[in-house]
């Protein structure tokens, strides 16, 4: 039997989601993303997935595979998938986020325009000072090109907690994207927040097709400042101090 989402979601919203599942399964070697049987304004439908239990030999693989994902690259920072113009969109389907799309150079531009100055306006009644303070003063490192390298935009999942990644026999498959051009240690970033099965497996078969840039633990706050941002924006003041203490780490990272 198929998988069927279905809600009263913003208009184009099941649309962007299958946009950016076919998108991020056309990578070469990529992970592997359910498959799109169907979609309309209300609903999507996905091919059902088996479940298995995780385990090391897999999530190496995932690694390896999350990187070939990556490496297949993007129009830009921000870039929406292919062929995909619509709106863009973050966060659980019974309460989704505004996400813009860019195309722009710099990954710390985009990071400080399109996503943590958005999600901090969404956030920011839940804010005490010292955190605004500190997510202002991210933001600034991040547009000053702080944190800007020679890598290219890569195609990321956008959204990848570990409840996204589904563990089947034939190993991992992503859902739920929210797809679009960015910085591969988000993604990275995204699994870490929540745990994810045998991270520390993933990540040695990430390095092993692509070597991390050096001090990329010391930026896991940085990528995280924005889905936690999303977190108090959702659900309130719970998350506030795990908010300032990744914007504090993110001040000190190089």
């Not at 999350?66 to 019974?94: E, I, K, N, R, V």
């Not at 955190?131 to 000053?144: F, G, W, Y």
């Not at 840039?213 to 108090?232: C, K, N, T």
Request: net charge negative.
């Amino acid at each position: 039997m198929d998988f069927v989402k279905s809600a009263r979601a913003p208009d184009g919203f099941f649309a962007c989601e299958a946009a950016g599942l076919r998108w991020l399964a056309d990578a070469t070697d990529g992970v592997p993303c359910a498959r799109v049987l169907a979609v309309d304004e209300g609903a999507l439908t996905l091919e059902r997935l088996q479940t298995a239990a995780p385990s090391r030999a897999a999530a190496h693989e995932f690694g390896a595979r999350l990187a070939c994902t990556h490496a297949a690259g993007a129009d830009g920072y921000g870039a929406p998938p292919a062929g995909w113009s619509g709106p863009g969109f973050f966060g659980p389907l019974q309460q989704p986020l505004p996400m813009a799309y860019a195309r722009e150079e710099s990954w710390g531009a985009f990071y400080a325009r399109c996503r943590l100055a958005p999600m901090a306006a969404l956030a920011a009644r839940h804010l005490d000072t010292v955190t605004r303070d500190a997510i202002a003063a991210v933001e600034k490192r991040c547009s000053d090109g702080d944190f800007d390298d020679d890598d290219e935009p890569c195609r990321i999942h956008g959204d990848l907690w570990s409840g996204n990644v589904m563990w089947t026999p034939s190993g991992v498959v992503l859902i739920d994207p929210a797809a679009h051009g960015g910085n591969r240690e988000s993604d990275l970033a995204m699994l870490a927040l929540f745990g994810c099965p045998h991270l520390d497996a993933v990540i040695d078969g990430y390095q092993a097709h692509h070597p991390l840039r050096e001090g990329w633990r010391e930026r896991i706050g940085l990528h995280q400042l924005f889905p936690l941002l999303a977190h108090v924006a959702l659900f309130g003041a719970g998350y506030v101090s795990q908010t300032r203490a990744a914007a504090h780490s993110a001040l000190v990272a190089r």
